[in-house]
């Protein structure tokens, strides 16, 4: 099995690199850590094959643990590359078309209000001029986020429409943003929670440490471990895991009230904190499992 990280320089860290040690002590040679820039793929011969740079066939691996955020796929480069790995019959965790979700915030509403599950009120736009939606009846206060953000960035709160009518134009053309229902009562805080099948295996409250309104860690939240604390938030957790068809899952919540939640987003390559030691195993477990079910049949059928 292979973990499949971004392209280099980037070098694994934190949880990637806590769980690539896991597997390669518990697979050994079996196991294998490869980055996006190190192959070419195509078809020969009516065959689909893939190579290292140095012209070597490389045999498609029965799992791959996907480790490329899906913020930063793109249709033309990872996403081929893990599309031709799905064709050649690996199993991607996690899938292809979960990732692709994942990666567009209102592909997810779309999937999770499908699913009947709660979501802030939001509205996006396809090719409208970016003036244009700003004049139409967005309910204020919102907060405005890039589609294709991630990690907390290119995130505000627009109090009022005043705000929204003068960053227009300082706002990125090239991809759509939303507008979303601030949620007062979960300012500058939330509930992250990781979903291994179905499972939680870990849970935390990330706070905004300067008051303001991201909470991620990666922008200076703390987080406090809170495993069982909200066992209605694990359970929606869950369940909105399911709703993208993820195996392995970051789902962040928002406190609508001091007990019940909705769904900001959900995450395909979440990280946790090193203290959070029940994550690793769950994972390896999850990927054992599949190998374990894996037969050269089920290659054929794929």
Not at 59 to 75: F, T, Y
Not at 96 to 106: D, G, M, T, Y
Not at 190 to 197: E, F, G, S
Request: with cysteine; proline share 6%; charged share 20%.
């Amino acid at each position: 099995m292979w973990l499949l990280a971004r392209e280099r320089p980037f070098p694994l860290r934190g949880a990637t690199r806590e769980l690539a040690d896991a597997l390669a002590a518990i697979h050994g040679p079996g196991f294998a850590v490869w980055h996006t820039d190190e192959f070419v793929f195509g078809v020969l011969e009516g065959r689909l094959v893939l190579r290292t740079l140095g012209g070597a066939d490389v045999p498609a691996p029965k799992v791959v643990c996907v480790r490329q955020l899906p913020g930063s796929l793109r249709d033309d480069r990872e996403v081929s590359l893990l599309r031709h790995l799905e064709r050649m019959g690996a199993m991607l965790l996690n899938p292809l078309e979960a990732q692709l979700v994942c990666r567009n915030k209102i592909w997810q509403l779309q999937e999770l209000a499908r699913a009947g599950l709660p979501v802030p009120d939001t509205m996006s736009f396809a090719t409208a001029p970016l003036e244009g939606v700003v004049r139409t009846r967005l309910s204020t206060p919102c907060v405005v986020k890039s589609v294709t953000g991630h990690k907390g960035r290119q995130v505000f709160l627009a109090p009022g429409t005043e705000l929204l009518h003068s960053v227009v134009g300082a706002l990125a053309q090239e991809t759509p943003h939303l507008f979303q229902e601030y949620v007062s009562h979960s300012h500058g805080r939330d509930l992250r929670v990781i979903v291994i099948d179905g499972v939680a295996v870990a849970a935390a409250v990330r706070t905004s440490r300067d008051g303001g309104l991201a909470s991620n860690i990666g922008r200076g939240g703390a987080a406090t471990l809170c495993l069982g604390r909200y066992p209605q938030a694990e359970e929606l957790a869950a369940r909105a895991a399911s709703a993208i068809g993820l195996a392995i899952a970051g789902v962040d919540l928002l406190f609508a009230s001091e007990d019940t939640f909705t769904i900001c987003e959900v995450n395909a390559v979440p990280g946790w904190r090193p203290e959070m030691t029940a994550v690793t195993p769950a994972i390896t477990d999850c990927i054992d499992h599949r190998l374990k079910a894996w037969t050269p049949s089920e290659l054929k059928r794929t």
